[in-house]
């Protein structure tokens, strides 16, 4: 079983990768000349919403084992 730090900061990610695809698709939609481009935008906030996820959780699952 996971310990509640690291499902919070699971969430947290999926969370901020959720707002991230909605923000992401609604800006595409209202503004389809430039749909490749926001989505490129969108991908790039993608990764570094993961990106700064990583260490968070990472602590987590340490403190989780210690």
Excluded: F, K, N, Q
Excluded at 1 to 17: A, Q, T
Excluded at 47 to 53: L, W
Aim: positive net charge.
């Amino acid at each position: 079983m996971r310990s509640p730090r690291v499902v919070v900061e699971l969430l947290h990610i999926v969370g901020g990768l959720a707002a991230a695809i909605v923000l992401t698709a609604g800006a595409a939609w209202s503004y389809p000349m430039g749909r490749e481009i926001i989505w490129a935008c969108g991908g790039a906030a993608m990764v570094a919403t993961v990106a700064m996820g990583v260490t968070p959780l990472r602590r987590a699952v340490a403190e989780d084992r210690a």
